[in-house]
């Protein structure tokens, strides 16, 4: 009679068979396990957060020294809530050794970002890879190949042209009585040695179509990467990335370098190898090791290396050298001291050789105290965890961002 007028009400009768009964109790089950073990697990610290946000509102203008702050109130160890990402903050030199030494293949991953899915051809370079054949096959290939000290020195003679065109440029400002920007200078420096060892082509020269310089495109490239992105912190807002012109300038941005890579390749492809003989460069590397099959990559994970050396090795060596500069200036005494090894090792010579930089003591404690105080990439590049583990005592659960302040240790 019951069943009878719940039919007639269209009330939503209860399913009585007993698998069904079951299966909702065993899922109940699961779920409250779930929950009751997130509650005793060990998780690192975190700083008092406010809601949606997280912590995001604490990583200030310069994040490398707000990290820095929030460590040392609240440990080595710290778990941050960036928007909709948990992140892991580590401050401490045991820390990042127990990290690279112990759990090296569980920190080996990293997180991919809307700009790196974007530009690097869907994380298909060498940093962002994830870990895996490819990422053990991109390690070698820096390694043993690229970033040799048999291959940086073989480069020797790029680095001495392209410091002996900046000298002169130096030496006739000063004898015109011009002033010179040196912060620019130097960023130009860098950017030739590294466009001339990766492409053999410098990075001021103009295209064929005379539209633009790759220069130009390294450095949006940089701007782009470091650029704000509202939906790597809240996937549910990709579209405002979409709206405020983000991805649209990715994109296009994208477009321009794919084509200027194919343009490169094409060049070295019709190139005949006994020309290459002596000075190779990164793209014929790469390309040769393609042909004889030691290296199973296609042409979008060549486009994809070839940007991470522009990226990673432009801004990096120019920055660390106009920070050195200026903390020169601003400690006269240590300048003196500098310039006096410097004239007690060259001598009369006009040229300053390897021989004789590998001879300057203090200009090197100069530079490895540079990059101490202003290491350029001061949170280092963020990596992810692959899998859970055990870290200083604390639980760190799969699937989180690591961020390392190298600054701060
Ligand atoms: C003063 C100069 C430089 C500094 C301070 C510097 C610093 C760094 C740092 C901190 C990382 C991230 C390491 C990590 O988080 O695991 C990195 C990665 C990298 N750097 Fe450099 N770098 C410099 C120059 C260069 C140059 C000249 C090149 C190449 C032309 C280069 C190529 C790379 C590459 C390919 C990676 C990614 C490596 C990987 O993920 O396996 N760097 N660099």
Redesign the pocket.
């Known amino acids: 009679m019951d069943l009878l007028k719940m039919e007639l009400l269209n009330v939503p009768q209860l399913p009585s068979n007993p698998l069904f009964v079951s299966l909702i109790l065993l899922f109940t089950l699961l779920i409250w396990l779930k929950l009751a073990k997130r509650k005793h697990l060990n998780l690192p610290p975190s700083p008092p957060k406010l809601p949606i946000i997280g912590n995001i509102h604490q990583l200030g203008k310069l994040p490398h020294r707000s990290l820095r702050d929030l460590s040392r109130n609240y440990g080595s160890l710290l778990l941050l809530h960036l928007g909709c990402n948990p992140t892991l903050l580590v401050s401490s030199a045991d820390m990042v050794r127990e990290i690279l030494k112990d759990h090296d293949v569980v920190f080996s991953d990293r997180p991919s970002s809307t700009a790196t899915n974007i530009l690097f051809y869907g994380c298909r370079d ?2 962002f890879a994830p870990y895996g054949e490819y990422w053990r096959q ?2 070698k290939l ?1 390694v043993v190949e690229l ?1 040799s000290h048999r291959r940086v020195h073989s480069f020797q003679f790029v680095r001495d042209e392209e410091v002996e065109l900046l000298i002169n440029k130096i030496r006739r400002a000063c004898l015109k009585g011009e002033s010179i920007n040196l912060s620019e200078m130097l960023m130009l420096v860098s950017s030739n040695i ?1 466009s001339r ?2 492409i053999s082509r410098r990075s001021e020269e103009e295209e064929e179509d005379g539209c633009c310089k790759f220069g130009q495109l390294a450095k949006n490239t940089v701007v782009l990467l470091a650029s704000f992105c509202v939906g790597d912190l809240f996937p549910y807002l990709r579209w405002v990335d979409v709206l405020t012109g983000y991805i649209p300038r990715l994109k296009a941005l994208f477009g321009e370098l794919d084509s200027f890579f194919d343009q490169i390749i094409k060049e070295h492809t019709t190139l005949k190898t006994d020309d290459q003989v002596s000075n190779k460069d990164f793209i014929s590397i790469i390309m040769q090791l393609q042909k004889d099959g030691m290296l199973e990559i296609d042409l979008t994970n060549i486009k994809a290396i070839l940007l ?2 522009f990226v ?2 432009t801004d ?2 120019g920055a ?1 050298t106009e920070w050195m500069m200026a903390e020169l200036l601003k400690r006269p005494n240590v300048m003196k001291k500098v310039q006096e090894e410097v004239r007690n090792v060259v001598g009369n010579k006009y040229k300053v050789d390897m021989e004789d930089i590998n001879k300057m003591k203090y200009l090197k404690c100069v530079l490895k105290e540079t ?1 101490r105080l202003h ?3 001061p949170l ?2 963020p990596r992810q965890t692959s899998a859970s583990v055990e870290l200083g005592g604390y639980h760190i659960p799969s699937n989180i961002t690591i961020l ?1 302040n ?1 600054w701060a240790i």
Do not use: Y
């Open positions: 060498m940093a991109q390690k820096s970033l590294v060892c990766v991470d050396m990673a090795g990096t060596t660390t990059l290491p350029t990439v280092l590049v390392i190298a």
